[in-house]
């Protein structure tokens, strides 16, 4: 609780849950002991333990909540006794308003529809929370107060249960012993487990690419996959009309590890067979090809090749080459401008060039 009260207000903060061991004997005496038996009755929980008599275990930033019941009308005072001896006052506080709690109801701070929560925020270790019931109102002026006007919740001058007992038997000894009664409740605030994945995000500039990471397909680029053991690991992003794309990477508990692929060479088709419509050229020509090991040049290829080289003379790079039935397409990118080349074979051995040039401005 301690340095931490706000609008959230953190009771304690979390350690490491040890394995409770027995849970501590919980009585009104465990922190301040009222010598007689008055007929008002009070008990105290927090929101793990509706019996009132176990020890649960919260973590970091874990919400809270306190119940207490009484048998009368009474105002109800909460303390937080933290590991390190400092003590908070839960209620009554400048966010909650009221603590009177009628008889035979329980009552949860903060409220469901209060503005505020209370939030586990440390010390870590052993925590007591105390509710101390009265039937007429406590000045609790000696032993706690609100530091600034802007302080939400008062500060306790008393260190540790033995302090907070002698504090609180000052402001009860004039009052009649039938007339004021306590409870105890425990709990403990451990530490967090540490984070033991992290995520990837691969971005590509190119569609339809998918992402291999330690020989298991995560799915397509552009996406950031969470949950991934820390480790290091082989990764492989391919795209159509690419070549394959590998790295390694280190995926880092509790943080997102980058990788950002650039496609700019595309795997170059196989150049389709010269055909000239007549069986016998044909088949001259691919004999021809086959005696030399190499293809005859397709002219639509030339042609493609051509203008691919004056444009990347130009500033242009290029992005994508697809092989077409009568031809070749391919994608060139400078700047905001991206031009598309298209190639075709046409009747009586000629060849179209069509470029298509889109520009975008930003405004």
Do not use: C, H
């Not at 509706?50 to 306190?66: H, K, L, V």
């Not at 302090?163 to 038997?169: I, N, P, V």
């Not at 493609?304 to 070749?328: E, I, P």
Request: glycine share 8%; no cysteine.
């Amino acid at each position: 609780m301690k340095s931490t009260l706000t609008a959230l207000l953190a009771l304690g903060t979390v350690a490491q849950i040890s394995t409770a061991s027995a849970a501590p004997k919980i009585s009104a005496q465990s922190i301040i002991v009222n010598p007689a038996q008055p007929d008002l009755n009070v008990s105290v929980r927090v929101n793990k333990d509706t019996t009132g008599a176990q020890n649960p275990a919260y973590r970091i930033d874990e919400r809270i909540s306190i119940s207490t019941t009484v048998n009368r009308d009474a105002y109800v005072y909460l303390f937080n006794v933290n590991p390190d001896g400092s003590v908070d006052q839960v209620l009554p506080n400048r966010l909650s308003g009221e603590n009177f709690v009628k008889a035979n109801t329980t009552t949860t701070f903060p409220a469901a529809d209060a503005n505020f929560t209370y939030t586990v925020g440390g010390p870590i270790g052993q925590n007591k929370v105390l509710a101390l019931a009265s039937l007429t109102p406590l000045n609790l002026d000696q032993i706690s107060s609100f530091k600034t006007a802007q302080d939400q919740f008062a500060t306790v001058t008393a260190k540790g249960q033995d302090g907070l007992a002698q504090a609180l038997s000052i402001v009860v000894t004039p009052l009649p012993q039938n007339s004021w009664v306590s409870d105890t409740a425990f709990y403990t605030v451990a530490a967090q487990n540490p984070v033991t994945t992290g995520s990837l995000f691969v971005g590509t500039n190119v569609s339809g690419a998918t992402v291999t990471l330690n020989g298991q397909r995560l799915g397509g680029a552009n996406v950031t996959y969470s949950n991934l053991r820390a480790g290091t690991y082989p990764v492989r992003v391919q795209a159509p009309g690419f070549r394959d794309y590998t790295t390694t990477v280190t995926i880092r508990a509790g943080s997102t590890t980058n990788v950002n692929v650039e496609f700019a060479q595309a795997v170059a088709p196989t150049p389709a067979p010269v055909t000239t419509g007549n069986n016998v050229l044909d088949f001259i020509g691919t004999l021809l090809g086959a005696i030399t090991n190499n293809q005859m040049q397709d002219p639509a290829r030339s042609a493609y090749d051509r203008k691919v080289s004056d444009l990347q003379a130009q500033g242009y790079g290029l992005q994508q080459t697809r092989q077409t039935n009568t031809g070749f397409v391919g994608t060139l990118v400078k700047g905001g401008s991206t031009v598309t080349l298209t190639v075709d074979r046409g009747a009586n051995r000629t060849v179209r060039v069509n470029v298509n040039e889109t520009t975008t401005y930003r405004y």
